[in-house]
C-alpha cells in the first residue's frame, strides 16, 4: 500500500455528511477519490460540496474501481452488512457503521466474503476511541491486576438515550426527495417471528455498541441470565455476566434533552464510573469519576485528553492499513456482539412465551 490509503464512501445520508466524510476526507493519509450514492442529485451536491473527484452510482461501482484500496460505508442497519460484504469480496478495506450485521448467519458471510477477497473490516465502535472511555478502561484493568479496590463485583451500563445531536441543526446537510432505492431481503436471524423484526432490530441497532463496550472493558464471552423487556421489545433490564462479571444492561429511550448514558464498575472498595456526552459533540470526551472507599476516602476525577471518537476511529483505520497493525475493532471480534445480542433477544421471547 502506499504512503496514502486510496479511498472512497459508500452513502451520502446524515451520518455520512456530518461525520464520516469529513472525517476522512480531512485526514491526511487519506486520498478520498470517490463516493457512491444511489440518489444520483444528492449524490452530485455532496460530491460537489467536498470536491471528490468520482461520483458512482452504486456500490458495485465503486467495487470495480480499481485505484480504490479501502472504502466506508453508511447505510440501511441490514442492508450495509450485504454492501461491505461486495466490497470485501472484491478485495476492498472496509470501514462500516455498526451493526454489521443483524444476524450471526448474515455476519459468518461478511467474514467469508473478507477472507475471499483478502480484505479487512473495521466496525466503527467509536466508544473504543473516546480518550474518557480510553482512561475508563485503562483504570478497570490497572484495579483488577493490583487488586488495590479488591474484587470486581459489578458491572452497571446505563443507556436512556436522549438527543444525541445536542440540538444540532441539520441546515449544512445536503437533502433530497429522491426515493430510497429497494431493500434487499431482510437476512434476519431463522429463529425470529417476521413480526418482530423491527423490534428487533430497534435494539441491536442501539444496543449493540453497549453490550460491544462491556466486552471491550472486561473482555471475555457474554452469558445472558435474564431479559426483562417490555412490549416495545427496547425497554427494560437484562442480566448478564460479562467474563464472569456480573453485569446489568438498562435499556430505554427517553425525551431527556441530553444524552443518559453511563457505566460504572463497582469493586469491594471504590468504583469507577464513566459518562457519554451527547454523540455529536465533537471534542468531547466522555467524564470519569474514581471513588475509593478505604483508609481516607476520596472521589478522583481525571481528566482525559480532549478528541472527538469519531475523527480518531477514522485515523485509526488509515493508520492501521498503512501499518499493518490489527484494527482495534475488527469484525472477527464484532461477530461476537450480534451473538450477545441474539441470546438477550431469545431470553426476552422465552420469557414472553413466543420462543420455548
Not at 456530518?18 to 472525517?23: D, G, L, S, Y
Not at 480499481?66 to 470501514?95: M, P, W, Y
Not at 493490583?146 to 446537510?173: I, K
Amino acid at each position: 500500500m502506499s504512503k496514502k490509503v486510496s479511498f472512497g464512501y459508500v452513502g451520502c445520508g446524515f451520518v455520512a455528511q456530518k461525520i464520516h466524510i469529513p472525517n476522512f476526507k480531512g485526514l491526511e493519509r487519506c486520498d478520498f477519490k470517490a463516493i457512491a450514492e444511489v440518489r444520483q442529485d444528492l449524490g452530485r451536491r455532496v460530491q460537489q460540496k467536498y470536491r471528490i473527484p468520482k461520483l458512482y452510482g452504486s456500490h458495485l461501482e465503486l467495487a470495480d474501481d480499481k485505484e480504490i484500496e479501502a472504502v466506508g460505508v453508511s447505510g440501511g442497519f441490514h442492508a450495509q452488512g450485504e454492501i461491505a460484504r461486495d466490497l470485501l469480496e472484491a478485495g476492498k478495506h472496509v470501514f462500516m457503521e455498526k451493526p454489521m450485521a443483524v444476524s450471526v448467519v448474515q455476519a459468518e458471510k461478511i467474514l467469508e466474503a473478507s477472507k475471499k477477497g483478502g480484505s479487512r473490516l473495521m466496525v466503527a465502535y467509536m466508544k473504543r476511541f473516546d480518550p474518557g472511555y480510553e482512561l475508563f478502561k485503562g483504570a478497570i484493568e490497572k484495579y483488577r491486576v493490583s487488586g488495590e479496590l479488591g474484587e470486581l463485583l459489578y458491572a452497571r451500563n446505563h443507556g436512556f438515550c436522549g438527543d444525541w445531536l445536542a440540538g444540532m441543526q441539520d441546515t449544512q446537510v445536503e437533502g433530497t426527495d429522491e426515493p430510497y432505492p429497494p431493500s434487499p431481503p431482510a437476512p434476519k436471524p431463522p429463529w425470529l417471528p417476521e413480526k418482530l423484526y423491527e423490534k428487533y432490530v430497534g435494539y441491536l441497532q442501539q444496543y449493540i455498541h453497549n453490550v460491544n463496550f462491556l466486552r471491550w472493558v472486561l473482555g471475555g464471552e457474554v452469558e445472558v441470565k435474564h431479559a426483562d423487556l417490555d412490549r416495545d421489545g427496547y425497554t427494560g433490564v437484562v442480566l448478564m455476566k460479562v467474563s464472569g462479571v456480573r453485569s446489568c444492561l438498562e435499556t430505554a429511550s427517553t425525551s431527556f434533552h441530553g444524552w443518559e448514558e453511563h457505566t460504572q464498575c463497582y469493586f469491594k472498595n471504590g468504583w469507577v464510573r464513566a459518562s457519554s456526552p451527547p454523540l455529536m459533540l465533537a471534542n468531547m470526551p466522555a467524564e470519569v469519576e474514581l471513588y475509593f472507599g478505604r483508609g481516607q476516602r476520596s472521589y478522583v476525577k481525571p481528566v482525559p485528553e480532549w478528541g472527538w471518537s469519531y475523527k480518531r476511529e477514522a485515523e485509526h483505520f488509515v493508520d492501521c492499513l498503512l501499518s499493518g497493525e490489527e484494527f482495534r475493532s475488527p469484525g472477527e471480534d464484532a461477530v461476537r456482539d450480534i451473538e450477545a445480542i441474539e441470546k438477550i433477544y431469545k431470553a426476552h421471547l422465552k420469557d414472553v412465551g413466543v420462543l420455548g
